[in-house]
């Protein structure tokens, strides 16, 4: 999952449409425009800046998160490894492949 599909994941909580195509690239007071036109309507009130950052905050908070269930899952698979690496020392020793 790339960076620019979680904030596109982000946005859908604030917007009424999808971030548009290309996104990422719009200056940002094109942006903002945007932004403006496609905000929730509990949030129309909000400056675009405002839902931006509320956006830029999701966003980031998911990418840590994923960061640390994958770190997680890193350190699961080394000592999963660990374990197999028993498992087949100690199944060698009890089929006598060492003695």
Do not use: N
């Amino acid at each position: 999952m790339r960076k620019r599909d979680i904030y596109e994941w982000a946005a859908e909580a604030y917007l009424t449409e999808r971030l548009p195509e290309g996104w990422q690239d719009l200056p940002d007071s094109q942006l903002y425009d945007w932004i403006a036109q496609h905000t929730w309507e509990p949030l129309e009130h909000w400056r675009p800046e405002e839902v931006w950052e509320q956006i830029d905050s999701l966003a980031w908070s998911a990418i840590s998160r994923f960061r640390l269930v994958f770190m997680q899952m890193c350190e699961e698979k080394d000592e999963l490894a660990e374990e197999l690496a028993y498992y087949k020392v100690a199944l060698a020793k009890a089929l006598g492949g060492e003695r």
